[in-house]
């Protein structure tokens, strides 16, 4: 086992509230939905594990007391990966195992020969789409389904799940834009020529010279 | 190359602009040492992005030396020294300046690309020879998207996946992955990459393209019927944006499984400040930040 320390990012010794903190923010990142239909998933799923793994050790052994409750927390996120509905015809659940495994391509085979193309083949064609990074085809596609089918919370979710990475990554903590909004020279100028009007008013001086 | 991929400098603490820049002064002196001093005028941003990704990937232990070089001889500067990720980075670059300007040449006959391409001839037979995979799978790449471009490809993610496809070989190189994810997370990540620096390049040259009748993605996708130009912009923004930014999510996503153990930092700032800051300045976003410091 690696070092959990590491693993959660934090310095050894941390406080039960800091590797709290950490851990919740890094089941928030590797979380499966953030890597449904993207082909590294698998490898989010190990890393998910490891922190988890992490987490459990330095709760276990780190806070001696009331640490039962949080044991139970190794559970975030460990369902849902295969979140496919089993609905539908056996057809589309034959696509459906073929994108889970990863055959993508045997997938979109199967799809592309047949005749039919109800709302489910425009939705499956679109994950294929996401699986091969042709964003723009995945969002018209998906875009059918729902058309199509209005009613179908799979296709729409997966939709939201398209507008929910790109407007996440869109509004990412890294860009809030710290020195943006920090004063600009005019701006402290002005506020030392107030100061220093107030402070003359008062009948004291800020600025001597001026 | 296209230089799109730079980090945000503002935002970055100064041991990592630092160490940017030893990363780029390591990858020109790696050109200079390697292919020959003149060689060194192709350098670009965008390889040195990959000279700090794939130092973090393949997590080797660098050195950071002070140096005087022939184009800044006033001052030593910062030099990472020998490191693969460096060396490997500063061949990419020729190989890749030498297929750009055996492009521009095919446009049209410019004699300043036939002369460089005159130089840069011995150097790219020789890493031709030591790249044998690698370019011959760049050379396949190019060719579709020749091919897919003179057919006037109707799809814009079609006609960007053999670019893709490029950067990903170039992104994977195996000697400097640590195994198998590894080598998988960086093909993710270089394909996405791919599909981002052409993309926006194509909406970056909107205008041009359509003034010179070159082909262009967005032209054939959403079918411009030759209203102004600034209009078709306009209508196609949000479509565009949406690729683009999709994209960089998965940059990003990639990029947090990756086990970055140096260069964090700067990969950071690039990642989710700098492309994302060129990519919204190219589209013409104007952001809140920007409206209030106007005021």
Redesign the interface.
């Given at each position: 086992m690696k070092n959990p320390y590491e693993v959660l990012g934090i310095r050894e010794g941390a406080s039960e509230e800091e590797i709290k903190k950490a851990y919740r923010e890094l089941v928030k990142k590797y979380h499966p939905d953030q890597y449904r239909d993207n082909p590294l998933s698998k490898l989010a799923e190990e890393k998910l594990a490891e922190i988890n793994e992490a987490y459990d050790y330095l709760m276990k052994n780190v806070s001696s007391g009331g640490n039962s409750q949080y044991s139970g927390g190794a559970s975030y996120g460990r369902s849902g990966a295969d979140g496919w509905s089993d609905s539908g015809s056996d057809f589309f659940n034959q696509v459906k195992s073929h994108i889970n495994s990863g055959n993508i391509r045997l997938a979109e085979e199967m799809l592309d020969s047949s005749r039919s193309r109800p709302a489910e083949w425009y939705y499956l064609k679109g994950i294929i789409f996401i699986r091969k990074g042709w964003y723009n085809e995945a969002y018209t596609h998906i875009q059918r389904a729902v058309n199509m089918d209005p009613a179908n919370y799979e296709y729409r979710s997966a939709l939201d799940r398209m507008n929910t990475s790109y407007n996440a990554y869109r509004t990412n903590p890294f860009n809030s834009g710290r020195y943006r909004s920090e004063p600009d020279l005019c701006t402290i100028c002005q506020c030392l020529w107030c100061s220093d009007c107030c402070c003359e008013c008062m009948g004291s001086d800020l600025i001597s010279c001026c | 190359m296209f230089g799109y991929i730079v980090p945000e400098k503002?935002?970055m603490k100064i041991k990592e602009y630092e160490l940017f820049r030893a990363y780029y002064c390591g990858v020109c002196r790696a050109i200079g040492r390697r292919c020959g001093q003149l060689k060194r005028l192709t350098l670009s941003y965008d390889t040195t992005f990959l000279a700090v990704l794939l130092s973090a990937a393949s997590g080797e232990k660098v050195q950071v030396m002070k140096k005087r070089c022939a184009l800044h001889p006033l001052e030593k500067r910062h030099v990472i020294s020998g490191s693969s990720a460096v060396d490997y980075a500063s061949d990419i670059n020729i190989i890749l300046a030498y297929y750009n300007l055996e492009d521009k040449k095919r446009d049209k006959d410019s004699p300043v690309s036939a002369s460089a391409l005159v130089l840069l001839k011995g150097a790219f037979r020789r890493l031709r020879r030591k790249y044998p995979e690698k370019c011959r799978i760049m050379e396949q790449r190019l060719d579709e998207l020749v091919r897919l471009e003179k057919q006037q490809c109707p799809?814009?993610?079609?006609a960007a996946?053999p670019f893709?496809r490029l950067m990903e070989e170039i992104t994977a190189y195996e000697p400097l992955c640590t195994g198998k994810?590894t080598e998988?997370?960086l093909r993710?990540l270089g394909?996405?990459l791919g599909?981002w620096i052409y993309l926006l390049d194509a909406f970056d040259d909107l205008e041009t393209d359509i003034k010179r009748g070159n082909y262009n993605p967005f032209v054939c996708?959403f079918g411009y019927t030759g209203q102004d130009v600034d209009e078709f912009r306009n209508e196609i923004r949000e479509?565009a944006g949406?690729?683009l930014?999709?994209?960089?999510?998965?940059i990003?996503?990639?990029f947090?499984?990756l086990e970055a153990k140096i260069n964090r930092g700067i990969l950071?700032?690039i990642i989710?400040?700098g492309m994302?800051?060129k990519t919204e300045n190219i589209l013409g976003i104007r952001?809140c930040?920007?409206v209030?410091?106007s005021v």
């Open positions: - | 503002p935002e799809s814009m993610d079609m996946e893709a994810d998988k997370i993710w394909y996405n599909k996708q479509k949406f690729t930014f999709y994209t960089l999510s998965e990003a996503r990639a947090e499984l950071e700032n989710y400040i994302l800051r952001r930040g920007e209030e410091e």
